[in-house]
């Protein structure tokens, strides 16, 4: 059994917020995936589905992105699943806008979510990093990472969501390279 976290924040008002591409990635594969219905838990909304032959649970953390860390902790200790079964699904300035990258462990680059997971639960889970690109100056980062995609975004926001959904299986599989191989195959213009 896996737990995959996509981070964002609640409520409707930052739906389509850079900074909730987590959550999305999320929805995207409960769909793609059919997952059973939506359960409130784990300070946050669960939903429990299958992967190839892997177990998934989709967990969206519904406190703030800087207490996210609380949600994981509750899932993985209900479950008594160490940090090797936890994805981390999230935005990324320092990556291209629709680049995904994946890696184990890290330093948490100033991203709320991930320092509060990393304060909960140590530095050690895989994240999925999801390019949002850097505004180019750091005064106008919050506005960026905080404002909405634009209607020109959307068609290649939705590839990319399309594109994490249809290679899952590699990642539930733990062939992470071939996950982010077969995703920039499927987005090359």
Known sequence: ??????????GPQYAMNRHNIGFMALDT?????DFGPVQKKFLGWLQEG??????IL???PATFMNESGRAVGEALRFYKLGTDALT???DELDLAPFKVKIKQGGGTAGHNG???IDQHLGADFRRVRIGIGHPGHKDRVTGHVLGNYAKSEMDDLADMLGAISAESEW?????DTRFINDI????QD
């Open 1 to 10: 059994m896996q737990l995959w976290v996509g981070l964002g924040n609640p």
């Open 29 to 33: 594969i409960a769909e793609v995936h």
């Open 50 to 55: 299958r992967i190839g032959g892997s177990k």
């Open 58 to 60: 989709l967990l969206k």
């Open 88 to 90: 981390v699904f999230h």
């Open 114 to 116: 991930l320092r509060s």
């Open 171 to 175: 990642l539930a599989k733990g062939e």
């Open 184 to 187: 920039a195959l499927r987005l």
